[in-house]
């Protein structure tokens, strides 16, 4: 996704009407050459909700994200943004949309502030409009002591920080983040969490992507789970793990994977091996503790379903039934 520069200064405020979705997806697609991108896509996300599309990598999410915001036309369906058909009014609905794309495209030689009030020009804001609120800006990414260094000085992590303040320059209704908090080392990941939470908080929409499954865990309300363009899931995230994985989990990690999980065929409903780590799938965890527990160079850990399963479940992890 590329910047805001060709908004019109002067178009009215556009925000979608009370019972439309602020999102809409209908029967979207998207082909490159012989290669479809996006297949059959349809969702839509209601104001005020935090939405969050996952997949794997190349699974058409950042392709999604750029149609929403007209910088990629689609090949069929419809496209709504607060109210606004996309991509012919693409430039009329962005004035109320923020946008974080996936690989920051900050100017370098400009200054933290600079690049502030560079972007806030783009709305059409004049420069005590920036000026008063970049303070705030720079607290939401806790950059006050960097507001005069260049960003070619920042590391990967503030860089990522100021790309989500300047999301924020023209106080947007919707926010469209393609993984918001990718290169955030944790503690920054909380603070992000804490942020985009409060901005939930005053009635502002999310539509995020990510491939931490904590973070849709945390922050969506529903999901959508994309597979090379197809949605293969579609709800919020504790119905999902109920749906699709709906027992507990029993990770154990030892040397060879593959003799576990014959051994313990008979007493496990479903399995699943990944790397070094067997999954279980248990209703019933006696069994599988029993023949586990004190054995040398295995380790396990038996905890309730999460994300991460339904998404491995879902896009794939080799699976013994
Ligand atoms: N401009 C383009 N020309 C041709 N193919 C493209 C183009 N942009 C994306 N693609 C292809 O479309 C598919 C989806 O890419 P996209 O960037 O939307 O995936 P993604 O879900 O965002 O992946 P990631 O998690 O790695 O960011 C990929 O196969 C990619 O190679
Ligand atoms: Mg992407």
Redesign the pocket.
Known sequence: MSDAAVLPSNATRTTAAPGNPAIEFIDVE?H??D?T??NGLSFHVQPGECFG?L????????????MLLGL?APDAGTIRLVDEPIPSRARYARRRVGVVP?FDNLDPDFTVRENLLVFGRYFGMSGSEIEAVVPSLLEFARLESKANARVGELSGGMKRRLTLARALVNDPDVLVM??PTTGLDPQARHLIWERLRSLLARGKTILL?T?FMEEAERLCDRLCV?E??RKVAEGKPDDLIQRVIGCDVIEIYGPDPQALRDELLPFVGRMEISGETLFCYVDDPAPVHQRVKGRPGVRYLHRPANLEDVFLRLTGREMVD
Not at 55 to 66: D, E, M, R, S, V
Request: without cysteine; glycine residues 18%; aromatic residues 4%.
């Open positions: 998207k490159y050459g290669k991108v996006v599309l997949g794997p990598n190349g699974a058409g999410k950042t392709t999604t994200l750029k990629t996936q393609d993984e992507t491939h994309i090379e363009g």
